[in-house]
Antibody
Framework: QVQLVQSGAEVKKPGASVKVSCQASGYNFNDYYIHWVRQAPGQGLEWMGWINPNSGGANSAQNFRGRVTMTRDSSISTSFMELSRLKFDDTAVYYC???????????WGQGTLVTVSS | DIQMTQSPPTLSASVGDRVTITCRASQIISTWLAWYQQKPGKAPKYLIYKASILESGVPSRFSGSGSGTEFTLTISSLQPDDFATYYCQQYNSFPWTFGLGTKVEIK
């Protein structure tokens, strides 16, 4: 069965970077985009960007451009999202999700809580 | 960016009620709309895509409709497991955007 398993919770100081991993199983990793979505405490869902595991090409929302880097290691079916220059309001649960051929997100990781605190 | 407006923000209902949630897009998105259900502390769950197509395994009491800019998610007979927050999402154009959510709570 399709599974996306993310790395554990992180606590970072303002200005630091965080790197979250998302390991896929149960399907051909290179066949589906991986998207990253975040959710601040008590708030809605915010799409951050996607990576094409096959080519490594990526694109991000304007809000994150210049601060987010999405990469992958196809040998271990894992995508990574690195967010730099962290601010207090980057505190959120970060999800990876598989983009299906229709463009929606059919499978999600369990989420990774990133807390930015001094 | 395409803005997605959901209403109502909160909905109080009883088991067995018919419930309808509305999602409006700020631009025409054809039927490139998905619905997700999220429970506290959990990842969203994929319910519906292309505005009206039920994902495999989703109970038939859920249905979606609409095209262009107006969409609805209907639960025909609310069950205890359905109390959750529901989000719409457009994937017509970059960047993908979500509505702010509708919380369905027990009356």
């Amino acid at each position: 069965q399709v599974q996306l398993v993310q790395s554990g919770a992180e606590v970072k100081k303002p200005g630091a970077s965080v790197k979250v991993s998302c390991q896929a199983s149960g399907y051909n990793f290179n066949d589906y985009y991986i998207h990253w979505v975040r959710q601040a405490p008590g708030q809605g869902l915010e799409w951050m960007g996607w990576i094409n595991p096959n080519s490594g090409g990526a694109n991000s929302a304007q809000n994150f451009r210049g601060r987010v880097t999405m990469t992958r290691d196809s040998s271990i079916s894992t995508s990574f999202m690195e967010l730099s220059r962290l601010k207090f309001d980057d505190t959120a649960v970060y999800y990876c999700a598989r983009g299906n051929p229709q463009g929606a997100f059919d499978f999600w990781g369990q989420g990774t809580l990133v807390t930015v605190s001094s | 960016d395409i803005q997605m407006t959901q209403s109502p923000p909160t909905l109080s209902a009883s088991v067995g009620d018919r419930v309808t949630i509305t999602c409006r897009a700020s631009q025409i998105i054809s039927t490139w709309l998905a619905w997700y259900q999220q429970k506290p502390g959990k990842a969203p769950k994929y319910l519906i895509y292309k505005a009206s197509i039920l994902e495999s395994g989703v109970p038939s009491r859920f249905s979606g409709s609409g095209s262009g800019t107006e969409f609805t998610l209907t639960i025909s007979s609310l069950q205890p497991d359905d109390f959750a927050t529901y989000y719409c999402q457009q994937y017509n154009s970059f960047p993908w955007t979500f509505g702010l959510g509708t919380k369905v709570e027990i009356k």
